[in-house]
């Protein structure tokens, strides 16, 4: 239930001014993600234990961790519902409401990984509440992209979505959001297409998504005012930014193996990094586990395992976004555990097409 603290943060802002009278707490969202978590998650420190496996069937349908992934819809919602509210009003200046924004985005962005959660089931209540949930970041094509195209393209070339040894934060988030968005539909259109059914079809998982996200927009200008549409712009994209950075950390430079055959090899637990960091493991459903999720999509986040052949990462997701933002910093931490994941062999790695030749002869100068 702690997870539930992030999304309640878009519901204290004014609040925490008005007790406070401090104007900074509008950005509480980012101040929490980025600046207390980090700290406390260096703190606490690692939590690698597994569930047993005598507990992993009663684990898997205990229904309390289900409901925790609800919950957050509600309390997601009623935050930008508060914000809107706030949006409207003039006695907020300009800054206060970006702060607001900003605060929300994050929220949303954060939101983005309930409805991954929600997305990988089987049943059909929760793969809706998936696409609710993407409603507020208007990234509803990650239903299809993630699922169909990301999980099965994983750590190759070919996957929008998998950062390249070499490519920096900001080349890689025009490459993810475009190539996811064109990857959704392709995958959508082929899938009516099997079924004999038009690309523009109510069955259109896409448009399905994106209509939520319409009717949601359209119904809070109508409540609120036109004036609220460039925060709720401005929340949507930060949200974006946010799912795209975890992206880029997620998978940067590791590429499976090509095989004989032309198909690649099976998605293991070394084709992901990964973080027993638990404050974030907390607030993220066991996201960090990333390795294991994608070694074993179907496992509900609770009883996702630490693999001991999966790369690590030196800190949890909201350290790594902040390394990120700044590229130089970025490769002087990550560059050499990539190259230690490949045992000083780079030529194994996923590496960026146009750097390739500069980072194979940077490694042959060191050996």
Not at 15 to 38: D, S
Not at 172 to 197: D, M, N, T, Y
Not at 224 to 252: K, S, W
Not at 300 to 319: D, F, H, M, V
Request: proline share 5%; glycine share 6%; charged share 20%.
């Amino acid at each position: 239930m702690l997870g539930l603290i992030a999304p309640a943060s878009a519901l204290l802002p004014s609040t925490l001014v008005r007790l406070t009278g401090l104007e900074v707490m509008w950005w509480i969202g980012p101040v929490l993600v980025f600046v207390i978590i980090p700290v406390v998650d260096a703190v606490v420190g690692e939590d690698g234990q597994n569930p047993p496996d005598e507990v992993y069937k009663q684990l898997s349908a205990d229904r309390y961790y289900r409901w925790c992934t609800y919950m957050f819809l509600p309390v997601l919602f009623a935050g930008l519902l508060v914000a809107s509210y706030m949006w409207a009003q003039d006695s907020l200046n300009l800054t206060d409401k970006i702060g607001l924004a900003v605060t929300v985005g994050v929220v949303s962005g954060i939101g983005i990984n309930a409805a991954h959660e929600l997305g990988h089931r089987v049943e059909k209540h929760e793969r809706w509440l998936a696409k609710v949930a993407l409603a507020q970041s208007c990234y509803g094509h990650f239903f299809v992209e993630h699922n169909r195209g990301h999980h099965a393209r994983v750590a190759t070339p070919e996957d929008p979505a998998s950062a390249r040894l070499g490519e920096s934060l900001w080349e890689f988030l025009p490459r993810s959001i475009i190539g996811g968005l064109r990857s959704a539909w392709q995958l959508e259109r082929e899938r009516l297409s099997r079924k004999g059914l038009r690309t523009w079809s109510v069955e259109n998982d896409n448009l399905q998504a994106w209509s939520m996200s319409l009717v949601l927009f359209v119904v809070l200008v109508a409540v609120f005012g036109v004036g609220i549409l460039p925060y709720l712009v401005l929340q949507a994209a930060i949200a974006i930014m946010l799912l795209e950075t975890v992206n880029y950390v997620e998978h940067y430079g590791l590429r499976r193996k090509s095989l004989r055959n032309g198909v690649y090899e099976r998605i293991a637990p070394e084709h992901s990094w990964n973080s027993d960091r638990l404050i974030t493991n907390v607030f993220l459903f066991h996201l960090q586990r990333h390795s294991d999720h994608h070694a074993h999509p179907g496992r509900r986040y609770q009883t996702l395992r630490s693999a001991s052949e999966a790369p690590q990462l030196p800190a949890g997701y909201a350290t790594m976004i902040i390394y990120a933002m700044f590229p130089p910093l970025w490769r002087h931490i990550m560059d050499k555990r990539v190259r230690a994941h490949y045992r000083g062999d780079l030529s194994q790695a996923n590496i960026a097409p146009r750097k390739r030749d500069r980072v194979l002869a940077a490694q042959g100068s060191r050996s």
